[in-house]
């Protein structure tokens, strides 16, 4: 990094009157638990936390850390909200799991808050993101051979794409870091790779992949993984693209969705509706669950028998995502997701000015942020590093950027603490590399 001038270096982490730790629960795990007999299939920081209330986490130590990663995008209420604590206790009470050989009200009733708040009628409850969106590409295959064509078999994705990490989903973007040496990849799935993500650009690569042998088009309205990739505005493209081929529009809400962009679906924001929707991460507000949403039409396409779970919809998951849907929908919930987002925009639009050298631009829409740290300068792991040392949880993305997805909660104070922070999580970055420079320049 080149040298640089900064002024008023704030290099201590910034703090809140608030900062007093509450008590971790008393039947808490040891805290000389360790990593010994679990997979290394995740490289983890090295930070655990005892306890949440609200958007703040409390590490072994006391630290209290304000979380803008919300376990990526999935504490949608925060933590320890009263309402979902409430919900899960009296459902622990009455009972946890019945099969679905039975009918199950609690899902019922997730059905019909989902149903009645989404273009969907008719809704399938699973258990993680990935296995909503493994759904839809069966439903999507299975709803073709129901209408005739069981050669309309391929789906068409869009590069940059996450869709989870089953065989299906991995096959469906290619990447390699998500497929190396998991050997034969499924067969069925055509990757777009638009030159730049214009509505026109990401249409008409995608309407070059259309044959008579393409089912759907599967597409994450923002991209999440993939750096934060706003394509919102190319879905009226796709959707006519759709309606004119006899194709399906199947959008992967597992990151966008349950409130995250401002409205209860990212694809709202395009006035245009999918035939199916994968949706999961905020629906529990940290409770696992997923959902796949359908229209009348499209649900037909899974008869008696075609696809089921066992855990899928069980009472527990079901009534906090009742509470949770609750919550969202409440008149002022989504104005805070949209004014608390504007609120960041704002203070990092200040902050690429201010400090060019070190931040880009603002991505996303909502409380689906992502900033772009300047390549040429600082990667995003330095900035989430520094951010952790301002006592500010967030996650890396594509693209050099840093995910900013805190809670939908999230107040004004608590936003102005995250600019602070980043602000100087920014400023000390900055100096340590003028003092490489110098000390580079001295020797
Ligand atoms: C857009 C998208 N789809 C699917 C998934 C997979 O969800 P899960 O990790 O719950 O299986 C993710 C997870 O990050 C995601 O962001």
């Known amino acids: ?16 009157s608030a900062d007093s730790a509450a008590a971790p629960a008393a039947n808490a795990p040891s805290q000389t638990a360790s990593t010994e007999h679990l997979f290394h299939n995740y490289a983890r920081l090295n930070r655990a936390f005892t306890h949440g209330q609200g958007c703040w986490l409390y590490d072994e130590q006391g630290t209290r850390m304000l979380d803008v990663m919300a376990g990526i995008g999935v504490n949608s209420l925060g933590h320890a909200h009263p309402k979902l604590v409430d919900t899960l206790k009296d459902q622990a009470e009455r009972f946890w799991h019945c099969s679905n050989l039975y009918h199950i009200r609690e899902q019922e009733q997730l059905a019909e808050v989902l149903a009645r708040h989404s273009f969907a009628d008719k809704v399938l409850v699973c258990n993680s993101g990935v296995e909503a969106v493994e759904g839809m590409i069966k439903l999507a295959r299975r709803w073709q051979f129901e209408q005739g064509h069981p050669e309309r078999q391929r789906i068409i994705t869009v590069d940059g794409a996450f869709h989870g990490r089953t065989l299906a989903t991995i096959s469906a973007v290619r990447d390699a870091k998500l497929t190396l040496g998991f050997g034969h990849l499924l067969d069925g799935f055509d990757v777009a790779t638009p030159s730049d993500t214009t509505p026109q650009e ?39 693209l759709a309606d004119r081929h006899g194709i399906l529009l199947l959008l992967d809400e597992v990151q966008s969705g349950v409130g995250r962009t401002g409205k209860l679906y990212a694809h709202e924001w395009a006035g245009v509706a999918p035939d199916a929707l994968a949706t999961a991460k905020g629906l529990g507000g940290g409770f696992p669950i997923g959902a796949l949403l359908a229209t009348q039409a499209m649900a037909s396409g899974f008869p008696p028998g075609s696809h089921g779970t066992t855990f899928g919809g069980n009472p527990l998951a079901s009534s906090v995502a009742v509470a949770v849907l609750e919550e969202l929908t409440t008149p002022a919930f989504l104005a805070n997701v949209i004014e608390r987002g504007e609120q960041i925009v704002e203070g990092l639009q200040s902050l690429c000015r201010k400090y060019p050298q070190a931040l880009v631009r603002h991505r996303g829409r909502g409380l689906f942020c992502g900033i772009e740290a300047n390549a040429a300068h600082i990667t995003n792991l330095q900035l989430m590093h520094a951010l952790l040392d301002q006592r500010v949880l967030t996650v890396p993305a594509r693209d050099n950027v840093l995910r900013l997805l805190p809670p939908l909660i999230i107040t004004a104070a608590e936003v102005e603490f995250l600019l602070r922070a980043l602000e100087g999580a920014v400023e000390s970055l900055l100096l340590e590399s003028a003092d490489a420079s110098a000390r580079e320049t001295a020797t």
């Not at 900064?6 to 809140?16: I, N, R, Y």
């Not at 008409?204 to 750096?227: C, F, K, N, R, Y």
Request: net charge negative; proline share 7%; glycine share 10%.
């Open 202 to 240: 990401v249409a008409s690569a995608v309407e070059a992949l259309i044959t008579d042998q393409t089912a759907g088009i599967m597409i994450e309205p923002v991209q999440g993984e993939g750096g934060v990739v706003d394509l919102i505005d190319s879905l009226p493209l796709l959707r006519g």
């Open 1 to 16: 990094m080149t040298s640089t001038s900064v002024t008023s270096p704030v290099t201590t982490p910034v703090t809140t």
